[in-house]
């Protein structure tokens, strides 16, 4: 049974950070590009990816004054994502016959999210995350983490992404890995190996 590790973003979901950043300029009044600067540029995103900050802490960090909740901050910062059918499908069509594992830098809201938005997410046997793992793509020690985690072992894991960045860093530790380009591509990198 092959041991598939799946990125979220860019591979089963579409990421529309745009639309967060247009909601935040309606509630603060700052630019798209400051806000750039403030989430992104900053490092704050990454902290709060790392598991270094609490989301509450981001959330003050981003919309200061209180200017709204934090809940609805929540659903501004999360609700970007579209889905990617056709991938979702195939991995819907993967369970029973493959291990499954998310391997992801996401934020713990985004991961509510998912949970909440999207069924087919339980499918999933384990969820290897950046703010779990303490680590981010494309270090080596995301991987690591992840697969000592979940007691996997490198050569039996096939992983997909969607930045060559990523799947480079796998390649190195022996993962067998997997550019996403489209579903048939990822399909029969799955079944022929």
């Known amino acids: 049974m092959k041991t598939i590790l799946c ?22 009044g700052l ?7 403030r989430i992104f540029s900053s490092g704050l995103k990454d902290k709060h990816d790392l598991g270094l900050i609490a989301s509450q802490e981001f959330y ?12 609805k901050f929540s659903v501004m910062w999360a609700d970007i994502f579209s889905e990617n ?26 991961f509510d999210f998912f949970n909440e938005k999207y069924s087919w997410f339980s499918l999933f046997d384990g969820y290897g995350l950046s703010f779990k793992l303490n680590a981010l793509k494309p ?17 039996d894991a096939y992983f997909v992404d969607d930045l060559p960045e990523n799947i480079d860093a796998a390649n190195r530790l022996g ?16 079944e022929s190996k």
């Open 139 to 155: 270090s080596p020690d995301f991987h690591i983490n992840l697969c000592r985690e979940f007691v996997i072992d490198f050569k």
């Open 31 to 37: 630019s798209e590009d400051a806000l750039m600067d």
């Open 175 to 190: 993962i067998n890995s997997h550019l996403f380009n489209g579903v048939d591509a990822f399909k029969e990198f799955v």
């Open 7 to 28: 990125d979220i973003g860019g591979v089963l979901l579409n990421v529309h950070f745009e639309k967060a950043l247009e909601r935040m300029n309606n509630v603060t």
């Open 60 to 71: 003050a960090k981003i919309i200061q004054d209180n200017k709204i909740s934090f809940e």
């Open 85 to 110: 059918q056709e991938m979702v499908e195939y991995i819907k069509s993967c369970s029973g016959k493959h291990k499954l594992y998310i391997a992801s830098n996401t934020d713990p809201i985004h």
